[in-house]
Structure formats: C-alpha cells, structure tokens
C-alpha cells in the first residue's frame, strides 16, 4: 500500500484511450467510443481474480458501503452493526441511510469479533458492516456462522484488505455482498472509485440501478430505459475506471512486494520480548498492507510510537488517538452532528452515542500501532528502518 507508488506507463496508456478515442460516461454512447468500456472491463476483471459473479464499479468506497446496505434492503430504522476501530465512513454511510449503527467490541484480530457480533444483535438488527482493518481479516468461519443464525446480511467493508483471502476465499467474497476503495491512498488506486462485489443477483441488479438513478441499463437507448426503482448518481467515469486497469493488473505483484517487505520486519521485530502482534486468523491470507503490533500497556504504547518517529520511522499510527479511525475520538458521530436534521433522530430505540462505551476495544487499541508497508522500499531501506525500530525499542 499504496498503489500509487507504482504509477507508470501503464495507467498513462489507458487514460489516454479514454481521452483520445473513448468517452468519459460509462454507460451508451456506442458510436463515439470505439468500443473502450473501462469500467465495463475493469467489472469484469474483478469477476474474474475474485471469483465472483457480479462486480460494479461505482464512485468511491462510500459510495459503495451506502449501496451495498441499499442493495441489501438496509433502511430506515434497521439496526447494523459496525466496529469502533474503521473509517468513519462505515457509520456514516449507515447514518445516512436511515439506519442504526450498533457499535461491537473488536478483538486481537482489530476486527469485530464473533462475540463482540453476538452480543450486539437485537431483534431489529439487520445486518453487519465487517470491516476487515489494516490489510487482515476477522474470524469469518465464526462471524459467518452468526450471521446465518440470526438471519442477518454479511456486509464486508475490504477496502484496507483487497487482495487478501481466508481460507482460500477472497475477502468480500465470503457474506453476501463485498465492498472496496480504490481512492488515491488505497491498495490499487482509480484516482477516486470504489466497487460491490456479490453473487447475489438481486442485490447486483439493485446496486447498479441505485447507482444510478434507478436505470435499469437494458438495451442501448439509455433515454428509453425504465427506472424500477429510485437512486442516486454514484457513477465512476471512464478515466477513473482506466486507471483501476491499469492498477488491477498490478494487484497480485503489489501484495507480493507487501508480503516480501512486511515479512522481513516481522521476523526482525518478533525477538522484541515486550511485542506481540496482531492476530491473523488465516496468515497466508493477509494481505501485507500493515504490520499491526501490540505492548504491554498504553503508557508503553505512547513512549514507542514517540520514539518509532524521532528515530524516523515513518508510517506508524497509534490509532487509538486518531480522530478518523476510532470511536473515542469521534465527537461528531457521538453527537451526531449533520448539515440537517437526521432519520435517525425519529427512531425511538437508538443508542445514546454519546455514551456508548467499548472497553476491550479500548484495551486494544491504546496498546496497537500499525505501520504501513510500502512498495517503494529498497532492500536497503528496509534493513535501515529494522536497526532504527530496534534502537526506537532500545532507547
Ligand atoms: C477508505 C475506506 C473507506 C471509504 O472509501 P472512499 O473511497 O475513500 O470513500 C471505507 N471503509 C474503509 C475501511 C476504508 O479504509
């Protein structure tokens, strides 16, 4: 991670089809294309390395959380579960389309746990937002088996974690339905973009719709098609899809290169005494994007994440004091603050955030730091930045 450290002739080439043969909207206009469908193409090729029926490509990785729960028949006043330790994205998108968000206890796995599932589940849950953090996976045998239990939908939010599997099955594909970012910081990168994945056909057809409009993009006359239902515009353009070509085809090499580079610091750091590390429930899965580490106590915590920095090691976050990706430091969301008033506001049984409490995810996160694995690394800066971590731990 990030994808972008190896932008080259290749994203170049297919933009420029896009500009100087093709068209910039997805959909029609058949005669001024010359037959270039980068989104299309891009659709397709995630069907195929993911094994999965249905792809769509749409705007962003929002865009694709707010679909997928749309998709699946979330709304108004559904409870859905979600992680305290995410992007914000992943309550916000269940805010915004009328739902509850229910927050879950994670475990080492800095994902929601199967306990942390089960006892967050009420009679009004209707699905949970698994969010697969950090590059690496939850208990997904586990998680999947609650789900099935309690009838609720498995929503996987892959979008740290593209390229990464459990048990021979790529993440995204396991509930019943996947959801990834290809924003400018992400593994593989369309500038801005995001997909849903599933093999459901149902929510395929109510993705691409809700996408939109509510065009149910049969035939070619786009001015003739029917709108089954209401939607949105979520569309990605054809120059942002050209990219994700390009960058999709360099997926397999980019989690080589991450499970190469994060590997050698592992093994390094793993004679520390006072370090443990995530746990990954299936290790040849991971998908590398972050190494994530645990000490002993917060105190620790804090003096080695100063220590990593002013021995220049770069690319740490002790997330716990992040206001984008844990719970504790989002006072909006506890507030729920909006331009304007909120569906939510008229659910009777809603959760007071602003007291919501989540102490083993507490425990957790005071103690983790995760650092991001890069691509650009030389053999050389690797070993400079393993002696660095080790002098930061000696210090
Ligand atoms: C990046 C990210 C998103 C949102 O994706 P965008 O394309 O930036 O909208 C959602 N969930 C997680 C876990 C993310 O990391």
Same mark, same amino acid.
């Given at each position: 991670?990030?994808?972008?450290? $190896?932008?080259?002739?290749?994203?170049?080439?297919?933009?420029k089809e896009?500009m100087?043969?093709g068209?910039?909207?997805?959909?029609n206009?058949?005669?001024?294309?010359?037959?270039?469908?980068?989104?299309?193409?891009?659709?397709?090729? $995630?069907?195929?390395? %993911?094994?999965?029926k249905?792809a769509? !490509? $749409?705007?962003?990785?929002?865009?694709? !959380?707010?679909?997928?729960?749309?998709?699946?028949g979330i709304?108004?006043?559904?409870e859905?579960?979600?992680?305290?330790?995410?992007?914000?994205?992943?309550?916000?998108a269940v805010?915004?389309?009328g739902?509850?968000?229910?927050?879950?206890?994670?475990?080492?796995?800095?994902?929601?746990?199967?306990?942390?599932l089960?006892?967050?589940?009420?009679?009004?849950?209707?699905?949970?937002? $698994?969010?697969?953090?950090?590059?690496?996976m939850?208990?997904?045998?586990?998680?999947?088996?609650?789900?099935?239990?309690?009838?609720?939908?498995?929503?996987?939010?892959?979008?740290?974690?593209?390229?990464?599997?459990?048990?021979?099955?790529?993440?995204?594909?396991?509930?019943?339905?996947?959801? %990834?970012? %290809?924003?400018?910081? /992400?593994?593989?990168?369309?500038?801005?973009?995001?997909?849903?994945?599933?093999?459901?056909?149902?929510?395929?057809?109510?993705a691409?719709?809700?996408?939109?409009h509510?065009?149910?993009?049969?035939?070619?006359?786009?001015?003739?098609?029917?709108?089954?239902?209401?939607?949105?515009?979520?569309?990605?353009?054809?120059?942002?899809?050209?990219?994700?070509?390009?960058?999709?085809?360099? !997926?397999?090499?980019?989690?080589?290169?991450?499970?190469r580079?994060?590997?050698?610091?592992k093994?390094?750091?793993?004679?520390?005494?006072?370090v443990?590390?995530r746990?990954?429930?299936?290790?040849?899965g991971?998908?590398?994007?972050?190494?994530?580490f645990?000490l002993?106590?917060?105190?620790?915590?804090?003096?080695?994440n100063? /220590?990593?920095?002013?021995?220049?090691?770069?690319?740490?976050?002790?997330?716990?004091?992040?206001?984008?990706?844990y !719970?504790?430091?989002?006072?909006?969301?506890?507030?729920? /603050?909006?331009?304007?008033?909120?569906?939510?506001?008229?659910?009777?049984?809603?959760?007071?955030?602003?007291?919501?409490?989540?102490?083993?995810?507490?425990?957790i996160?005071?103690?983790?730091?995760?650092?991001?694995?890069?691509?650009?690394?030389?053999?050389?800066?690797?070993?400079?930045?393993?002696?660095?971590?080790?002098?930061?731990?000696?210090a």
């Amino acid at each position: 991670m990030p994808g972008f450290e $190896l932008f080259g002739p290749e994203e170049q080439q297919e933009v420029k089809e896009v500009m100087e043969q093709g068209f910039t909207f997805r959909y029609n206009f058949d005669a001024m294309r010359n037959d270039h469908w980068k989104a299309r193409d891009m659709e397709q090729m $995630l069907c195929e390395k %993911f094994d999965v029926k249905h792809a769509h !490509l $749409l705007s962003s990785g929002t865009a694709a !959380l707010q679909t997928a729960l749309a998709a699946s028949g979330i709304g108004a006043g559904d409870e859905v579960i979600v992680p305290p330790f995410t992007f914000v994205a992943s309550v916000e998108a269940v805010v915004m389309a009328g739902a509850v968000p229910v927050f879950a206890e994670i475990d080492e796995t800095l994902c929601i746990s199967p306990e942390g599932l089960k006892a967050a589940i009420t009679p009004r849950t209707k699905a949970v937002n $698994l969010v697969h953090m950090c590059g690496s996976m939850a208990k997904m045998d586990e998680i999947r088996a609650i789900c099935e239990e309690y009838n609720i939908v498995l929503m996987e939010d892959a979008c740290q974690a593209i390229g990464g599997s459990y048990k021979g099955k790529m993440l995204g594909t396991i509930g019943d339905v996947g959801c %990834f970012s %290809f924003d400018s910081v /992400k593994t593989i990168t369309c500038g801005e973009g995001g997909a849903v994945i599933t093999n459901n056909p149902e929510i395929y057809n109510h993705a691409h719709m809700f996408t939109d409009h509510g065009h149910d993009h049969v035939g070619n006359d786009r001015g003739a098609e029917s709108h089954p239902i209401m939607g949105l515009n979520f569309r990605i353009s054809e120059m942002n899809a050209a990219v994700g070509v390009a960058q999709l085809r360099k !997926l397999d090499k980019i989690v080589e290169i991450q499970r190469r580079n994060k590997k050698l610091i592992k093994d390094a750091m793993a004679s520390i005494e006072e370090v443990s590390f995530r746990e990954i429930p299936d290790e040849a899965g991971d998908s590398a994007g972050f190494l994530s580490f645990m000490l002993p106590s917060e105190t620790r915590t804090v003096e080695i994440n100063k /220590k990593l920095a002013e021995h220049g090691v770069d690319g740490c976050f002790y997330w716990y004091v992040n206001n984008w990706h844990y !719970l504790k430091n989002w006072d909006h969301i506890k507030q729920m /603050k909006s331009a304007a008033k909120l569906p939510i506001e008229l659910v009777q049984e809603r959760p007071d955030y602003s007291q919501v409490q989540t102490p083993k995810s507490d425990d957790i996160m005071s103690r983790t730091i995760s650092m991001l694995i890069k691509l650009s690394w030389s053999e050389e800066e690797i070993q400079q930045r393993i002696e660095n971590i080790k002098k930061a731990f000696a210090a």
